[in-house]
C-alpha cells in the first residue's frame, strides 16, 4: 500500500515550519490515549458531536474552494473530496449511534468555542483569499489525520485488542481514504506551483500554521471536557 509523503513539496516546507506547533498537534495527548485506548469516553464522545459539526464547515469550506477553481482537472480534484466528505456524513452518523449518540443529539449540540474558531477562520481564509489561501487552511485537517492515522497503525506502542478506538485509528489508515488524501496534496502542489512564489511563503506560513494551532486546540476540547466536574468520567 502507498502512502502520501509528508515531507516533500511546498506542503512538506509549510509543514515542517510549523516546527512544534506541528508536533503538538500530530502527537497530542488526546491521540496518544487512543493509541493507548485509555481516553475517557466524555472526551471521545464531546469530539464525536463537535467533529460532526466541524464536518458540515468542512464541506462549506470545499464547495467554496470548488468555486474559486477554473481548470477542469483541479474542479474534479476538489469536487470529488467534496463528495467524499459528504459520502462521509451518514458513517460519521452510525459511527455515532456506536456511542449512544443520535443525530438529533448531535443536531442539539451547540458548537464549542474551539469548533467556532477552527471552522469560522477556514471560511474567513476562503472568503478573503484565493484557492491556494483557502487550501492552505485545510490541508492541516486533511493531511494531518493521515499522519496520526499512519503513526498509531505502525507504532508498536499502539494497543487494538480490547482498543474501543481501534476502528477510529483503522480508518484513517483505510486505503480509500489516503487515495483522498495523495488527491487533495497533488491539488495543493499544483496550486502552489502556480500561485506560491516567496513573496507569499510567510503569510501561507502563518495560515498553515494557525489551522495547526487550531486542531490541537480541538484535541485538547475533548479532554478540557472531560476533566470538567460536571462530565468526567
Known sequence: MSHPLFDTGFYGRLRQQAGPHWHAYVAHDFVQQLGQGTLPVAA?????????????????????????????????????????????????????????????????EPEAMETLNYTRYVLDVGHTGDALALLTALMPCVAGYAEIGLSLLHDPATRFEGNPYAAWIRNYGDENYLAGVRRSL????????????????????????????????????????ASSPAHGA
Open 44 to 108: 471521545f464522545r464531546h469530539y464525536l458531536v463537535q467533529d460532526y459539526q466541524f464536518l458540515l464547515h468542512f464541506a462549506r469550506a470545499w464547495g467554496l474552494l470548488i468555486s474559486k477553481l477554473a481548470d477542469p482537472d483541479a474542479l474534479r480534484h476538489a469536487t470529488a473530496s467534496l463528495n467524499a466528505i459528504i459520502s462521509e456524513l451518514p458513517l460519521h452518523q452510525a459511527y455515532c449511534r456506536q456511542w449512544g449518540i443520535s443525530e438529533a443529539a448531535m443536531a442539539d
Open 186 to 225: 497533488s491539488l495543493f502542489e499544483r496550486l502552489a506551483d502556480e500561485g506560491a512564489g516567496e513573496a507569499r511563503f510567510l503569510r501561507l506560513t502563518a495560515i498553515f500554521t494557525t489551522a495547526t494551532r487550531l486542531e490541537s486546540a480541538f484535541w485538547q476540547m475533548g479532554l478540557n471536557y
